[in-house]
């Protein structure tokens, strides 16, 4: 069976050497400065169906956010540049063992962020996806 979008993204992320496979859907286990970080939380959906005047079409468009997380505002520029690129090269092939073939990618500005509570550094990245 194929994968989905998400399991594919998510496969793709974790070759991400210094995320060290700390991949989540919409939230991450409890995380401080001194453990758990870095890390990429994402939120997507199943997307809206492409649709042509003939109808419903099989593509989809999906929109979702990045969220990368770390401890040290330095590893923050060096990891969201891994993963820009690594987002980036989804563009006009399949990502992940089995997943869609992805058409077009597109990202936002991204957004860095200070979380005082847990003392962890944060850069929010909208995107668009067409498969």
Sequence with gaps: MAQDFEEAMTEEFETITALGGRVYPVFAPEANA???VPYLIYTSSAGVRTKTQDGYQTGREVRGELNVITARYA???TLVNAV?????????????TDGPY???????QPV?????EPK??????EFEVYY
Excluded: W
């Design 34 to 36: 001194g453990q758990g």
């Design 75 to 77: 590893d923050l520029k």
């Design 84 to 96: 820009i690129e690594k987002f980036i090269s989804f563009a006009q092939r399949s990502i992940g």
């Design 102 to 108: 992805i058409q077009e990618v597109t990202y936002e």
């Design 112 to 116: 860095e962020l200070y979380e005082p």
């Design 120 to 125: 962890l550094h944060r850069c929010v990245i």
